[in-house]
Nanobody
Framework: VQLQASGGGLVQAGGSLRLSCAAS????????VGWFRQAPGKEREFVAS????????YYADSVKGRFTISRDNAKNTVTLQMNSLKPEDTAVYYC???????????????????WGQGTLVTVFS
């Protein structure tokens, strides 16, 4: 499975961006997918995840109520809609896929087998 993240850019605080993660491989629809981010000088952190059916999602407390993760298995894509962006959301955002499709430990990066290359989001005030 190969993942391609896109949609990053420069946005003013309070604005919105929509990130997409496009995947190759027909079995992608059975994978759990997560978004992580890494700000300069900081460790990578969990943002959101969604299981294969789209029925269960998890969010970091820092983005809950502002970000929404969704997926379209027919198109092999997962989307992260980011609203009410803050300067502290500035980071490189990565999508990742967990082939086990597990419900457990969604925030653990080591549970994910495949990673995209990242897309930069910069929020200015």
């Amino acid at each position: 499975v190969q993942l391609q993240a896109s949609g990053g850019g420069l946005v003013q605080a309070g604005g919105s961006l929509r990130l997409s993660c496009a995947a190759s491989g027909r079995i992608f629809s059975s994978y759990r997918v997560g978004w992580f981010r890494q700000a300069p000088g900081k460790e990578r952190e969990f943002v959101a995840s969604i299981i294969w059916s789209g029925g269960t999602t998890y969010y970091a407390d820092s983005v809950k109520g502002r970000f929404t993760i969704s997926r379209d298995n027919a198109k092999n894509t997962v989307t992260l809609q980011m609203n009410s962006l803050k300067p502290e959301d500035t980071a490189v955002y990565y999508c990742a896929a967990d082939k086990s499709g597990s419900y457990y430990y969604p925030a653990r990066a080591d549970r994910y087998d495949y990673w995209g290359q990242g897309t930069l989001v910069t929020v200015f005030s």
